[in-house]
């Protein structure tokens, strides 16, 4: 069964500070692990690393994927009262089938920034 | 394009009654996704379709219903409401090749009392 757990699980920071989530997975056939941010409404894409693409970046928020270790790590430097957030991980892989296209969701990061 | 929508955005049932979110997409999308995120939670698949006609379970089925009979639409049926299913419902869609990005709609908040 595909798993994937993040850390920390909430984090409290102030206007500016950098912050660093985590996400570990386990997931039959790896094909892609993504980002998403949730503010109290649907979760918004962020990122989508593969194989292929082991590094992303967009203004202040960055991202890896070590696929060695099975893990990726979201940052969001100088942190705005805006990032305030669920920051959802999610990997994707395939077990054969009509199995393509599914994400398993880890638990998610609360992350509030304080003015 | 509307994306992806879905109706009600909010639903309170009494236990034992049966209701069907709605959920539809105009970018074509072949994949179609139905989530479950209980408080504090992250996301847990419900049933998805990777095409008309076509549907799987995902990993909590039990209480849940769907078909697909078009490519757009994709309801989600709840028979026989329990308290346990008191949570927000989103649907999601992908054009499923290659890319594994998934478009979310707004979400469903249900109550059952």
């Known amino acids: 069964e595909d798993k994937v757990v993040q850390s920390p699980l909430s984090l409290v920071v102030h206007e500016g500070d950098t912050v660093t989530l985590n996400c570990s997975y386990e997931?039959?056939?790896?094909?892609?692990l993504l980002w998403y941010k949730q503010e109290k409404k649907a979760p918004t894409f962020l990122f989508m690393l593969?194989?292929?693409?082991i590094e992303k970046k967009s203004g202040r928020l960055s991202s890896i994927l070590d696929k060695k270790e099975l893990f990726s790590i979201l940052n969001i430097t100088a942190t705005q009262t805006g990032d305030s957030a669920i920051y959802l991980c999610?990997?994707?892989?395939?077990?054969?089938?009509?199995?393509?296209?599914?994400?398993?969701f880890g638990q998610g990061t609360i992350l509030t920034v304080h003015p | 394009n509307a994306g992806v929508t879905q109706t009600p955005k909010f639903r309170i049932l009494k236990i034992g009654q049966s209701m069907t979110l709605q959920c539809a997409q105009d970018?074509?999308?072949?994949?179609m996704y139905w989530y479950r995120q209980d408080p504090g939670m992250g996301l847990k698949l419900i049933y998805y379709?990777?095409?008309?006609?076509?549907?799987d379970k995902g990993e909590v089925p039990n209480g849940y219903n769907v078909s697909r009979s078009t490519t757009e639409d994709f309801p989600l049926r709840l028979e026989l409401a329990a308290p346990s299913q008191t949570s927000v419902y989103f649907c999601?869609?992908?054009?499923?090749?290659?890319?594994?990005?998934?478009?979310f709609g707004p979400g469903t908040r249900l109550t059952v009392t």
């Open positions: 999601a869609s992908s054009s499923g090749t290659p890319s594994y990005e998934q478009y």
């Open positions: 997931v039959t056939n790896f094909r892609s």
């Open positions: 593969t194989s292929s693409g």
């Open positions: 999610a990997v994707g892989g395939w077990a054969g089938g009509t199995s393509y296209g599914k994400l398993t």
């Open positions: 970018m074509n999308h072949n994949y």
């Open positions: 379709s990777v095409g008309a006609g076509i549907t």
